[in-house]
């Protein structure tokens, strides 16, 4: 499909303006920037009350103006995980509500058009709501600490979080007949690969002892495996990018049968990204599956086949 044919796609083109229309944008919006700018604003506070004026600090500045910055980054990344499975939970399970999904379905656009539109609508609020991020997270700059290849680093991680979370959310709508049952269980199962990955590494390190990332193994796999979450990829690559590494790969250093090995490694936000980007593919081309006359069949008859059967006709049991 050519990208002129995804900005005159109707679909697109309707949604943004439902979506856009009324106060529901603005409310969310509002809220949105509400967030972060009063936890932005206490962490400020908590660092300027135990900021000492009689013995200067020349590195005061730059730990104020990083503290901002991991903050409103912090804040917008779950924001944007909690919120964009919700832009799209209603994209298609709405249209079945609404008794408008056969309509749909019989229109000469295709169920990429159709899946492109309602996630591509929803990603251009997302990128709205990243970009009303950009002055908060300007202010770091301010302090000083913070440097632009750490803001775009940040940026594209929010972008990409968005879009795959938005993605978990169309492929629920498009699975699910009710808009609520989508919701639920896209934003669940967002939480639970936010949780989840943690919770595995810490079990990981019960079974093995002590720190399972202590060998060349364990770093390869438990700790590409922490990459695969938004808040430890980007949360590590700013420690790399502070110890003065490389934003496109890092040096590992480890040991393997005792012996020292040096082995260049992509950088955490790059594995996240890739991560993110196979499975938001992965997700779209099983939604536009699922659109399909074809694949919705097979779907109705395999709940009509573990359906309970039906009670047997009144009319035409009397004799």
Known sequence: MRLTNLFSNPVLVKELRRRMRGNRALYILTG???????????VYLAMVSTMS??????????????????TVMFVSLLQVCIISPALTAGSIAGERERQSYDLLVTTLLSPWQIALGKLGS?????????????PLAGLSFLFGGVTFVELLIGMVGLLVSAILCAAIGLFWS?????????L??????VLLWLAGIPFLYIIAAALFGGDPLNNLVGELTLGGFLCLHPFIALGLTAVQLAEGGHPLWFTLNSQLNGVSVSIPMLSPWLIYVAFALIVTLVLIAWS???????GYTRREQRQQRH???????AVGSGG
């Not at 949105?32 to 932005?40: D, E, K, M, P, R």
């Not at 929803?122 to 950009?134: D, Y």
């Not at 498009?174 to 989508?182: E, F």
């Not at 359906?307 to 006709?313: D, E």
């Open 53 to 70: 004026f009689n013995t200067p600090d020349p590195e005061l500045g730059s730990r104020v103006g990083k503290s901002i910055f991991i």
């Open 184 to 189: 639920v269980v896209a934003q669940g199962l």
């Open 32 to 42: 949105y920037l509400s967030i972060i700018g009063v936890v932005t604003l206490l």
């Open 122 to 134: 929803a990603l251009a609020f997302a990128l709205l709501l990243n970009l009303a991020v950009l």
């Open 174 to 182: 498009s699975l699910m007949k009710t808009t609520q049952g989508a």
């Open 307 to 313: 359906a309970p059967p039906a009670p047997p006709s």
């Open 288 to 294: 536009v599956h699922l659109l399909t006359p074809t």
